[in-house]
């Protein structure tokens, strides 16, 4: 039997993985920063996750309850794979919700999956959600759901978050299908965004396209009040300070320092591998200041974290290929035997792991051409509850609205971003700890739960204030 939920989660991923232990095949929670905000909520109403649990059989998992949730997978085949996901997620929207940085690929079948995979969410919470209740649905992947969902179930509360940036009116329009993905989205009754400015190119895009009158950030549809908002997420900063100070940690980061001939500067990068990130334009600046004089190696080092991500989507195989040319040109003129000017790594870390990495960092370089928010650049402040390091910040990521202390840059401009880089590197150590410190108390009263709080309290959910 199926059960029903007064608080339903829809994302595309489900918060879990399969792992192999002795006791065979389980579930386990997986590290995440959503989770991790939703968990408490979703326990306290005896929640459901809908999402996809990995894999591509025909049929998904049986739903199944991890630490007081449910958990209701919904099976994407490995042609929805590739044409929902691969295709119009992350060649379509992806690209042209990031300013078109690169070019968004717009293909029919992509588009047909796309409604196809959401029809399928917005049926699996229509079944899953009790009499009135409210379901949250997150990001592009999804876009179409609320309105789907709507039209099945319209007792429902439903609430729509957008992890990734809202384009202008002008990038919107190239969209094929845009007045279906604008109705889409407003069949939610509030639709979330990292920053005020997106949330204005939405309402100003539902008069442009559809017509519809707007006061303020509520849309009048049909009249149905649905309203526009800036939430912008952040982190666990209390689990990340902890982390941070773990004596495991401290001596972890030592030894990575030591591992790097304990230079005197570490520069640090740490992303997914996606051309939003800006991490070329860092490795160029990096290089033109060795090539300048401004810095040398060994006392200064760069190392990047390029975690893989999207590997079979071709933009993503050409940035590799970018990334790992300059890499080796850096190493190749500036390097020693023994001694590269540039660590590169693509591989994927433990949150602990990452942790000391923050804490050996100098500088840590966060340079996204635009970013929706950017978890990285809060996590690198969170962990230096010692009051060390500095953080350059691309101003087209939605956490320098917020980060507003950091040595922020136009990643556009190559001698800006060369010229903040070497402002972090040679700020005097009380200026530095000042503005550490400012940013700190910033995040401790904007964590991840307050996020969460605060779209929930609008949407005008009861209880929320256990999260
Ligand atoms: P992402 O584009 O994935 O998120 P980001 O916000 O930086 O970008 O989050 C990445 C997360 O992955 C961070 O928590 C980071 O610690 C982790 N990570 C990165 N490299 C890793 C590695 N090598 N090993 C392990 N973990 C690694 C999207 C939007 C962002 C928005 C978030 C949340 O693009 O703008 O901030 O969603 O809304």
Redesign the pocket.
């Known amino acids: 039997m199926t059960v029903r939920s007064s608080f339903v989660v829809v994302a595309n991923r489900l918060p879990v993985d399969e792992v192999t232990t002795d006791e065979g095949r389980q579930w386990r929670r997986s590290p995440?920063?959503?989770v991790t905000a939703l968990h408490p909520v979703l326990a306290e109403h005896k929640g459901t996750w809908v999402g996809w649990a990995g894999g591509t059989g025909e049929e998904a998992p049986e739903p199944f309850d991890l630490e007081g949730i449910h958990i209701h997978p919904v099976p994407l085949t490995a042609n929805d794979l590739e044409r929902y996901y691969e295709g119009m997620s992350n060649a379509t929207i992806w690209p042209l919700y990031h300013d078109a940085v690169e070019t968004p690929v717009f293909k029919r079948r992509w588009r047909e999956s796309y409604r196809q995979v959401n029809a399928r969410f917005a049926e699996a919470a229509a079944e899953v959600a009790a009499e009135g209740a409210t379901v949250w649905i997150q990001d592009y992947q999804l876009q179409l759901v609320p309105a789907m969902l709507r039209e099945r179930r319209p007792d429902l509360k439903i609430g729509f978050f957008l992890?990734?940036p809202f384009p202008p009116i002008e990038l919107f329009m190239q969209m094929p299908f845009r007045a279906e993905i604008l109705r889409g989205l407003l069949g939610a009754d509030l639709i979330g965004f990292?920053q005020r400015l997106a949330a204005q190119n939405f309402v100003r895009l539902a008069r442009h396209l559809l017509g519809l009158r707007y006061e303020g950030q509520v849309i009048d549809v049909d009249g149905r009040p649905v309203k526009a908002g800036a939430f912008p997420?952040s982190?666990d900063v209390a689990e990340m300070e902890r982390m941070a100070a773990d004596p495991a940690v401290q001596a972890r980061a030592k030894q990575i320092r030591a591992e790097l001939g304990d230079p005197r500067m570490v520069i640090l990068g740490?992303?997914?591998l996606?051309y939003?990130?800006g991490i070329e334009l860092r490795l160029k600046a990096f290089r033109e200041l060795l090539s300048d004089g401004k810095l040398s190696v060994p006392e200064a080092v760069m190392v990047q974290?390029?975690?893989p991500s999207r590997e079979r989507v071709e933009h993503y195989q050409t940035l590799r290929v970018k990334v790992e040319r300059e890499v080796g040109r850096i190493n190749g003129e500036f390097g020693r035997v023994g001694v590269p000017a540039v660590h590169y790594?693509h591989?994927?870390?433990?949150?602990t792991e990452?942790a000391a990495l923050y804490c050996a960092a100098d500088v840590m370089m966060v340079t996204p051409l635009r970013?929706?928010?950017?978890?990285?650049a809060k996590?690198y402040v969170a962990a230096r509850a010692d009051t060390g390091g500095a953080l350059v910040l691309s101003e087209f990521?939605?956490?320098a609205t917020e980060l507003r202390q950091s040595f922020l840059c136009n990643p556009h401009d190559p001698d800006g971003v060369k010229e903040a880089l070497l402002r972090a590197v040679h700020v005097e150590h009380p200026e530095a700890r000042r503005r550490m410190r400012l940013m700190q108390r910033h995040l401790r009263t904007h964590d991840v739960g307050h996020w969460a709080r605060s779209f929930l309290n609008e949407l005008g959910v009861p209880d929320v204030e256990a999260a």
């Open positions: 995440g920063g959503l992890h990734i990292q997420i982190i740490v992303d997914r996606d939003t990130k974290v390029a975690t790594l591989q994927s870390y433990s949150r990452l970013d929706g928010m950017n978890l990285v996590e990521a939605g956490a």
